[in-house]
């Protein structure tokens, strides 16, 4: 019982003081009412949180969406209606709500087109497609989305880029096709380049007959895995095509899978235990006609098992990605094969590809619609790009956000997310007078816990006036909300907000003084998230003093990067996993004044830390997958204090200033 109220008195310090006797009448009120009023929900609901269309008088096409690290998406397609020709390259960049920040056009007067696209780490983007003659196309942009470089490969018969990553050593791994005679047959293109763009090598494979790649990943051995479909090898008709190469791009090994209908794989991705993940779509097997068509495989591409999905009468997968939970969220279309109706298609599965929820979208029964590239945005949260015809009599770039509990935080059914919500949900938690009632089993795992709380604060914050990211600019002198002290202070003679900035003194020059800044923040592992303050630390007496940012889930489990502490000259950082230093070291400072910067990586679970900006490019440290290996929800804890023995520390010796959240899933705790 002890955790789970500190968990709650967690968001009733996030909420406000204010608050805290209005909760406590409600929490009262809620032991009377709440077994009449929650519902019991047994299955998922996925439900449609928003919905963008981007275009204008012409056909215009989403085909890749990736997320951000300010939260945001990119979208990368081909537009008819905007640029310099009869098809370019559309970049799309939107905030976290879906709307539009800023556009950019890539091309020249004939026919250009962009099928992938990644954030990358630079905060730029790299953009891979086609254009006239049929070349492959690699553009890549700064973080405005404005053209840093471009270039082209492959021959004039008709080369096409389908997807792009970038590698571990900051170049790029391009996967497509390769036609080397006009009108013959294509083979898979694998095309690796250096960070400029410039090509290092290149590869084909394929056989006798049509062979086409639209997907590719770089694999934890350096290597790549593509995932391609073939007429030259397999059982017959099409086949999917699983194909590993080393990191010279020369064949590991490869496998085929399908019948003797038209099998394909569209899009593949490593899993958390080492094997592999394919979805397309199957005419062999399943319900009949296309179903949606999930691969898994161990490491060396043998199959452990296969799953169809059938929703109408034909469903193409298109995306796949593998979720928090261990399972999986394809996307893709279903198609009724009677009517001109085609709906975009969310599907999600648990680890072993049984469906959980499906749900399609769209204008049903009058439109063509849909989903060519997912990506989860939180643990309930899911995003799909694609294209529409069900809102204009022309295509339009597709962007939809899905919701997808197992009950709604709003409890109570109001149409509104608040206070009285929160009561039954903690009487529920708490089981204080509730008996066996689900109503707040938001995850769906059978009981309410610390998953369902995670759930519940988190579209409490991100869906009501209280969402926001922390900040404190130290500037009213007065002891604001972002902060409090240690119990070593609680005079506040060593640690107070004055001169307009937080600053650390030591009073005595005959007793070592001790005083603590704690600022302590929640933040969701499943977003990237940056975070900074700006410090001064001159001290050059005996003792240790300093600033800290922390992220951690508990004392045997944090990274702390110093600034002042070990004899004062340092940069010092420590990782601790399983109460096990895994990494720790330290360079010299050159001024007493900086920054720290710490931003989290999501995609990659890799903490950079940096004294001039977020991401890799600007990291002095990195960490990698020590969060997800460790703890999903961690604390952030932003640290001014140190001990001062045989000489005072003066005023605008060591302060903090402008500390904030700059983006990402991050909430002030206590």
Known sequence: MSDKLTYVQWILVRIGNSEKMRISNLLKLALVVFMATVQTVSAFVPTVQWEKTFGGSE?????????????????????????????????????????????QTFGGIDGDSGYCVQETSDSGFVIVGNTIPRKVLLIKTNSSGNLQWQNTFGEDYGDYGYCVQQTSDGGFIITGAAQYIFGGYRDVLLIKTNASGTQQWLKTFGGSDNDSASSVRQTSDGGYVIAASTRSYGAGNNDAWLIKTDISGDIQWQQTFG????DYASAVRATSDGGFIVTGSTESFGAGGSDVWLIKTDSSGISQWQQTYAVNNNDYGQDIQQTLDGGYIITGYTDDGVSSAIDALLIKTDSSGNQVWQKSFGNDGGGNDRGLSVQQVSSYEYVTAGWTESFSTKQEVYLVKV?????????????????????????????????????????????????DLVVFTDYWLKNTAASGLPSDNFDDNQMGPLWNLSQDDPAKTALNEINQRLELTSVSSSQGQEALYVSKFSTDCSEPFGIKTDFHYEYTGSGDAGVSLCIGSSPQNYICINAGYEDLAYYYYEAIANDQIIDAGGVMRSAADGTLYISYDPDTDTVYVSTTGYGQANAIYSFAGVIAGTWQAATVDVILGGESNGSSLSSGQAYLDNFKADYGAVYFGN
């Open 59 to 103: 056909d215009d096409i989403g085909w890749s969406v990736d997320k951000t690290s300010d939260g945001g998406f990119i979208i990368a397609g081909s537009t008819e209606s905007y640029g310099s020709g009869n098809s370019d390259v559309w970049l799309i960049k939107t905030n976290s709500s879906g709307d539009m920040q800023w556009q």
């Open 259 to 262: 019948s003797s209908n038209n």
């Open 403 to 451: 919701t997808a509990l197992a009950a709604h935080p709003d409890i109570d059914g109001d149409s509104n997310v608040d206070f009285v919500d929160f009561a039954r949900f903690a009487a529920e938690w708490m089981k204080i007078g509730c008996g066996q009632c689900n109503g707040a089993d938001f995850t769906g795992n059978g009981n309410v816990g610390m998953d």
